[in-house]
């Protein structure tokens, strides 16, 4: 599931390399303007108990000649969610994950994780990335939106160096996430659709072959 997700993102994305760039000031600044924005965000997210949200996902590296779109929609309740991009679909009830490979009519079958040893963050923490583990700085605002810079505090253990959220000043909610890698990759998620508080039973997180579409599906047991 976490390979799966890398190609989503991350790489959530989202991601070790050498060479952090975020190093002297930043690193040392946990700046209060844009803490007070994070508080914000997090407070809002305490009143919503699922999400569900489609977004573009776009990879880009210039030095490599890559610049790949892709759609995909994201529904997450605690921590369950259901994810699909790129021809999978991948499940988790928060106990098991399933990703389901729709052309191929195959689901692989995985214990669920959170963040792994990589700093990879899984679809679930994808909208509240801020709250651990990271000094901030607020970048600008221009009337309508606020841009926050994130640096991860252990930086020599993650691949990626910077995270900039960009958060709608009215509705105080992210619309964009861009995640800057050390291998020169860029991660951009914007949000197209944002709701919340829609009603999902915990049955619809687990996958479920006659759901899918395939006469038959290969599993494959990867616990």
């Known amino acids: 599931m976490k390979k799966s997700f890398i190609l989503i993102s991350l790489a959530t994305a989202i991601v070790t390399n050498t060479n952090a760039q975020s190093t002297g000031d930043t690193q040392e600044m946990k700046d209060p303007k844009a803490k007070a924005i994070l508080d914000k965000l997090s407070e809002q997210n305490k009143n919503y108990n699922t999400i569900s949200a489609n977004f573009d996902y776009n990879l ?124 020169g990759n860029t991660y951009t998620y914007n949000l197209k659709s944002f709701d919340t508080n829609k009603n999902f039973s915990d049955d619809f997180f687990k996958f479920k072959v006659e759901n899918s579409g395939c006469d038959e599906v290969e599993e494959i047991d990867l616990r």
């Not at 000649?65 to 759609?71: A, H, K, L, R, V």
């Not at 259901?82 to 195959?106: H, Y």
């Not at 509240?128 to 009337?143: A, H, L, P, R």
């Open 60 to 183: 880009k590296n210039s030095g490599e000649g890559i610049d790949e779109t892709q759609s995909g929609k994201l529904i997450t309740k605690g921590n369950k969610y259901k994810l699909e991009i790129a021809g999978q679909q991948i499940i988790s009830d928060g106990t098991t994950a399933w990703t389901f490979l729709k052309d191929d009519c195959e689901v692989q079958i995985q214990e669920a994780e959170g963040d792994d040893e990589e700093g990879i963050f899984d679809p679930v923490s994808i909208f509240t990335i801020y709250e651990n583990g990271f000094k901030y700085k607020f970048d600008s605002d221009n009337g309508t939106t606020q841009i926050i810079n994130l640096y991860p505090e252990d930086a020599n253990e993650k691949s990626y160096h910077t995270i900039k959220l960009l958060v709608d000043k009215a509705k105080t909610q992210i619309t964009s996430i861009v995640i800057k890698a050390k291998d």
